[in-house]
Every structure is written in C-alpha cells, then in structure tokens.
RNA sequence: GGUUCGGUAGCUCAGUUGGAUUAGAGCAGCAGCCUUCUAAGCUGCGGGUCAAGGGUUCGAGCCCCUUCCGAAUCACCA
C-alpha cells in the first residue's frame, strides 16, 4: 500500500470517527503540497464541509489532529493553511518507499503476460515512391513510444505497418526509371534505394509538367492536358497493366520495391524502431472488396447505377462515402476494411490504434463506423492516434518545392552535430576509444532528436526550423542522458570504493527536503506511466523525466553522495541516485530514446 | 458553410480529475558559480490582460455559451 493510499483510508476512517458519516473516496483528496509551504501531501478538506459543517480551518484542524494521532508512524507533523492540510511524512516512510523502487528494477511497469490484451499499433506506413521526410520520423517517433508504452500497462503489443506499395505513384517512378534510368541502380550509383526511386518520382513530374504545358501552348486547357499528357496515359497504362499481373511490370515493381525496403530498412534501423508484422497493400487490397460485397449482401451498403458502391453515413452525421468506384477497383477506405480483415485472422486482437496524421480524422471516423457494421469487435472503439504536422518556419513541407527535410539527412546531421558538440567534453573521460566517441555521439545525437519531437504533445503542429540546430541544453534529451551519465559515474566510484547499496536501508537518516521531494517524485513514475498509457501521451514521459533530471541536479550540486560521512545518509543518497538513473533509463525508454555511460 | 483540433512570455513548449497571495520550464538577453561525485550543470534578474467577452461556484488557464484568429478535413487521390 503507498503511502497516499495509507494517508486516504486514515483520512476516510476520520470523518467518520469525527463527523459519523461514510464519504466516498474521491471526497479525500490528496496532492503534492506546493514547494512554499511545509510538508509534502496536502488533503484539501473543501470537499468535506458539507460533511463536517464547520469551517474549512476548523474541519483541517480536526483532520490533522487526528491522523497525527492516529498514524504517528506515518505523519510526523501538520500545519494548515486556510483549507489546506499539509502533512509532513516521516522521513522513515521515505526511506521505505525508496528501497521499494530501487529494488524494482522495473518499477512502474505492469507485466505483461498471456492473459493480457492484445493492442495492435499500426505506424509509419509509408509510400514506395520516395524516402522518408521529418513528418514519418515523427510518425514512426510516436508509433514507437505509444507501442513501449502500452506494453509497459501490461498490454500484448504487435506493432504492424501498412506498406503502401501499389498504384499510380509507383508506376510513376518505374515509368520514370524505364526512360530516364539508364539502367541505373543503387549499387551502380551508390545511392540509398529509396532515394534513387524518389528521384524518379521527381523525374516523372518534371517531364510530365513539361508535356503538359507544352499541350496548353497548343491551345489545349490545362485540365484536359493533365489527363492527356502521354506520359501520364503510359503511366495509368502500366497500373493497369500491374493489376493484370503483366510478368515484366511485376517483375520492375518488385525490383523497385526491393530496393526501396532496403533503404527504409537502414532508416528505421537508425531510427530504432522496427515492426513484428509488416503488412502490404499489394496484398490487403483485394480483401477488402470481398468485405465490401459482404456489406451489400446485408445491406449496410448500397449500389448506384453505375455501378459505385457507398455506404450512407448520414445517420451517423457524416456523409456517404464511395468503397468501390463504378468500374469495380477499391479506393483507400476499402483497401483499409481489407487490411483490417487480414488482421483479425492473424492476430485476436482486442484494441487496434492507427498512429496516422490529423488530416485523416474524417477517414478514421468513418473506418470504425464500417468496421463496427462489418463486425470487428474492435472497430467501434479504435484509436486513431492523430498527430499534427511538422511545419517549417514557411509553413508545411512542400516536396515539390524541395522543402522537404529528409529523414537521413536530418538523423546523420543529428549525430554529426553531437560530435562535434562532445569533441571538446568527451577528451576529459578517461580511456575513451573511437568506438565509444562515435556510439556516444549517436545516442546523443538521437536522443536530442527524439526528445525534441516526443515533448512536443502529438496532437499540436509542431515547428522545425532546419536553419537553427536543435539544442543540446536546457530541456532536451542530451540534458537528461547528461544526468545519467553523472549518476552512473558516482556508482562506478561507488563501487570501486567498496561503497554497496544494502539489501534493507537504515531509516534513522534524517532526510533533506529535496531527497524527499526527488523519491515523491520517483514514486510518481508509475503514475506517470499509467496516466500516458490511458492518454496515449508519449509526451507527459518526457515531461516527467525532465523535472525527475531537473530536481536530481539540484540535489547533485547542494549534496555530495561519495564525500557524506555519515554512512546512513551516504547509502540514502547512494540508493537514491541508482533509483533516479534506473527511472530515468527506464523512462526513456518508453520514448526510444537511449542513455549512454558516460557522456 | 459543416465537422474536428488548436490559441499560454520575444521564440519553442509544460500545466494531471477545477485548488493555495506570485500561471511554470527551456531558448534568446543580462549577472554570478568549476583546486571538491562530469559546468551538456547550478543560482539569480527581466519578460504574461492564459485570444476576447459572458456564465457555472467557496474557487476557472482548465468546465459551459458566444465571438475572433489559425490548422486539418468534407474527392470515383492515397
């Protein structure tokens, strides 16, 4: 039982020892004292004046009274302050709550096991036709943290993505290869596969804006030499010719596609995240329209006379969406009902969330609506995970015109600028290899990458100036790996003294207010954890580990922990110290994010 | 126009189910602190009509209503 806990069920006993009526428990309320007044938890007593029919001083005066009578063991002293009851715990209780979470090298997180439910995250999803930008390392940033997270509530957790590998857009780079490629590839040019496809994709629309303007200087309107270009008739000739499985289009497409995985591949390696079922649409696509025939037969659906299927949603408030065009082929929504049908064969799953941009809210509404009337169980409740955009200071990325920040250009630049940040610092550490420097430089490197996009809250825009540098100090990841490596130096030297953590903490150690306030803190981690999981929000993990870091440092320069001569505080302090590393490397990890020994 | 989501310091962002005279961090600016466990750190100063107005109550940045500003979306594109 925690110490809040303890102090509810006193406080519960006591209204109605002093007032004879039962209170429900969310009348107790508890918080953190605020850091101007004295003692740690405050019981705001507002709430119970209907009860005790007295004055909010008054009713807080009884009330400490009588838990320090009662729970002397527990609550050393009280003071109160208009209707605030601020309680000083026992020093000893600290030091008991201390050795509980450094003991518990996985404290806050809930097992997981067979019985647990099984939570399916589809991320990053991206298109065959280009590399990854900033906006899918934010997708695959996010997708990554919500997985960790989820697992660490005790969930099953299979993280899934939906390759997009068919249509027009990847005819229109292999059509581009075809002509402009000379038989290019990236082994012949050196090039990351799905760099050399992008470049195609850029190919293609160059050429193709050309032969368009080109019809309109003829006379022809522009929208009509949109469709008429024949560089975009070849194009649509060739996703045609695909959907009837010509062996030599086939054939390109999967060439292509290889060497496009095969860049992703290095990218979501550098990246740290991965997937335990990758799906593809080539093969879900086809699905969905049998879902789709289902719903019709029940009537969910209906049929116009050109043949388009729709489904009415104006019932539910939206409108009618298009699942199958008049000439039988399947459009995203149907292509998504497929996906979602091959994956409750695969997995039992119990909740699904899509970790899919804010621009596709609409679509996300009306999939759970299908997919509900199809029959998943999981559809009416799924979460879409909505994000905002990355903007520029200009505004959104633009491909077109070439302000987009490519995911491996930004990850080498991050690293690079980590090294070039630690060359001066990173001499000091003794012993240090090649190896070491570069491997730190990564983590750090990352590390302030990730943090400065997982701070951010998801749903919010978010902005990314390429032209400033994204810090290293302040309220970044390299300042909370920088605390780590400093508690993990202290332990070393700990060690090499022969200075060991006992198995049982003295609990005579009269504590100062920070080493309280820092295991209170440490104690909210699981709560932390908890509260991110029901929010789906990497970002409130961030938070904590920075104010956890922020609250170790000041501690770490007003207490020595290796020069105390009393020997109970020392191992207090010892044991604190090792329960704030293992907290912090435990909670970035919920957000990917690596810490390095020494730094 | 409908729907959804945002608006907090010069800039980037926190702010748990409503709680305490003074709404917090970081960056940028200014001023201090390294013979002592790593200064990627610590301390201090300046900086705000929490978009605006009304309401609910012991109490509102947070809840409700109206208005203003911004974003996304409302395709036989994915």
Request: glycine share 8%.
């Amino acid at each position: 039982m925690s110490i809040q806990e303890k102090i509810i069920a006193a406080a519960m006993g006591g209204v109605k020892d002093l007032y004879g009526a039962e209170v429900p428990e969310k009348m107790i309320q508890l918080q953190e004292t605020r850091p101007e007044f004295e003692g740690e938890l405050t019981l705001v007593v507002f709430p119970l004046l209907r009860t005790s029919k007295k004055a909010p001083e008054a009713t807080a005066q009884d009330m400490g009274q009588y838990l320090t009578e009662k729970c002397p063991e527990l609550i050393s002293k009280f003071n109160v302050v208009k209707g605030f009851l601020n309680l000083s715990i026992a020093s000893a209780q600290w030091i008991q709550m201390l050795e509980e979470i450094e003991h518990n090298h996985k404290y806050g997180f809930t097992p997981v096991t067979e019985q647990s439910p099984l939570v399916m995250i589809e991320y990053s999803s991206p298109n065959t036709n280009k590399p990854l930008h900033l906006g899918h390392v934010r997708n695959n940033l996010l997708g990554w943290s919500l997985a960790q997270i989820m697992e660490a509530n005790g969930n099953r957790v299979v993280k899934t993505n939906i390759v997009n590998d068919r249509g027009i857009h990847i005819c229109k780079s292999m059509l581009a290869w075809l002509k402009y490629g000379n038989g290019q590839t990236p082994e012949s040019t050196g090039k990351k596969g799905d760099h050399l496809i992008g470049d195609y994709y850029v190919a293609f629309d160059k050429h193709y804006r050309e032969q368009v303007k080109e019809l309109v200087a003829q006379g022809m309107d522009e929208e009509t030499a949109k469709q008429e270009a024949p560089l975009i008739k070849e194009a649509h000739d060739m996703l045609v010719r695909w959907e009837q499985n010509d062996p030599e289009v086939r054939a390109l497409w999967k060439k292509m596609n290889d060497w496009v995985y095969a860049g992703f591949d290095e990218t979501y390696k550098a990246l740290g995240v991965s997937f335990d079922k990758i799906y593809y649409e080539s093969e879900t696509y086809l699905e969905g329209k049998e879902k789709v025939e289902e719903g019709l037969a029940k009537s969910f659906f209906y049929r116009r006379e050109d043949g388009s299927v729709w489904a009415d949603l104006t019932k539910e408030g939206l409108d009618e969406k298009l699942l199958l065009r008049s000439d039988g082929t399947s459009v995203y929504m149907t292509q998504d009902i497929g996906t979602a049908k091959l994956r409750f064969q695969d997995f039992p799953i119990d909740k699904m969330i899509y970790v899919v941009g804010n621009e596709q809210n609409y679509h996300f509404q009306v999939l759970s609506i299908l997919l509900d009337k199809l029959g998943f169980k999981w559809g009416k409740d799924l979460v879409h995970f909505s994000y905002g955009m990355v903007e520029l200071p200009n505004g959104k990325m633009k491909s077109r015109e070439g302000t987009v920040v490519d995911a491996d250009d930004l990850v080498a630049t991050m690293v690079q600028d980590a090294r070039a940040m630690s060359e001066d610092k990173i001499k000091k550490l003794e012993g240090i290899t090649e190896e070491e420097t570069a491997e730190i430089a990564r983590i750090v490197g990352m590390g302030a990458l990730k943090y400065f996009i997982l701070k951010v809250d998801a749903r919010k825009n978010m902005l990314f100036n390429p032209e400033e540098s994204i810090d290293f100090n302040g309220n970044t990841g390299p300042f909370i790996q920088y605390t780590y490596a400093r508690i993990r130096s202290i332990l070393r030297k700990a060690e090499a003294q022969g200075i060991t953590i006992p198995e049982t903490l003295p609990t005579g150690a009269e504590l100062s207010a920070k080493e309280v306030s820092l295991i209170q803190h440490l104690h909210g981690f699981a709560a932390a954890v908890r509260q991110a999981g029901a929010d789906y929000n990497p970002a409130s993990i961030a938070t904590y580990c920075y104010e956890l870091v922020k609250e170790y440092n000041q501690f770490y320069h007003d207490f020595s922990v290796l020069r105390e001569e009393d020997p109970a505080k020392q191992v207090v302090r010892l044991a604190l110290s090792a329960a704030v590393a293992q907290v912090v490397k435990n909670g970035m990890s919920l957000l990917g994010i690596e810490v390095p020994e020494r730094m």
